[in-house]
T-cell receptor, first 115, second 114 residues
Framework: GAVVSQHPSWVICKSGTSVKIECRSL??????MFWYRQFPKQSLMLMAT?????????EQGVEKDKFLINHASLTLSTLTVTSAHPEDSSFYIC???????????FGPGTRLTVT | GNSVTQMEGPVTLSEEAFLTINCTYT??????LFWYVQYPGEGLQLLLK?????DKGSNKGFEATYRKETTSFHLEKGSVQVSDSAVYFC?????????????FGKGTLLTVNP
């Protein structure tokens, strides 16, 4: 089946620094990628949707200047958390889908801890 | 807007017990409905889906029927195994737009004991 990887699987950074998370589709072309955030015992919350070569579309309440999303190729999307603060600590999950398909394939997630 | 409400866990069962995880939804239009499963340390995987009313999705012994009249999509399995221990998410996808955005429930942790 289709595989999506995320890197790193966990990261610790200091408050005020930026951190980049990568999401890769390993064996298919991902025309659309999604970024989710998951709090403990909570649902996955969609942060933004990105189509290859286009600017990301952010959900209401998500700061686009803080969560920078780049989807420059059909196999790679990145999420950069800028000027991170402890409240940004969370589990970030990406998913990817092919054009015309409804099915999303999920990465294993990245645990971000901001100290 | 769209929302999904699923049974809160955790759920603990003995092997071979019957499983039901309730899921109800609120949506405009005619959404597609999904169950995803997340095994420990892995990403979410699609377990089954149903795209229209009265459809039954099934996979690996799990079943769920799209009930429009009760806006429900309950997950069932007749005899669970230890290997079914995981977190189960109910989700819906907007029928409009080409991006098929998903709205998830909070997830239900299932533990099956031998």
């Amino acid at each position: 089946g289709a595989v999506v990887s995320q890197h790193p699987s966990w990261v610790i950074c200091k408050s005020g620094t930026s951190v980049k998370i990568e999401c890769r589709s390993l064996d298919f072309q991902a025309t659309t990628m999604f970024w989710y955030r998951q709090f403990p015992k909570q649902s996955l919350m969609l942060m933004a949707t990105s189509n290859e070569g286009s600017k990301a579309t952010y959900e209401q309440g998500v700061e686009k200047d803080k969560f920078l999303i780049n989807h420059a190729s059909l196999t790679l999307s990145t999420l950069t958390v800028t000027s991170a603060h402890p409240e940004d600590s969370s589990f970030y999950i990406c998913s990817a889908k092919q054009r015309g398909s409804y099915e999303q394939y999920f990465g294993p997630g990245t645990r971000l801890t901001v100290t | 807007g769209n929302s999904v409400t699923q049974m809160e866990g955790p759920v603990t069962l003995s092997e071979e017990a019957f499983l039901t995880i309730n899921c109800t939804y609120t949506a405009t239009g005619y959404p597609s409905l999904f169950w995803y499963v997340q095994y420990p340390g892995e990403g979410l995987q699609l377990l089954l889906k149903a795209t229209k009313a009265d459809d039954k999705g099934s996979n690996k012994g799990f079943e769920a029927t799209y009930r429009k009249e009760t806006t429900s999509f309950h997950l069932e399995k007749g005899s669970v195994q230890v290997s079914d221990s995981a977190v189960y998410f109910c989700a819906l996808s907007d029928s409009g737009g080409s991006n098929y955005k998903l709205t998830f429930g909070k997830g239900t942790l299932l533990t099956v004991n031998p």
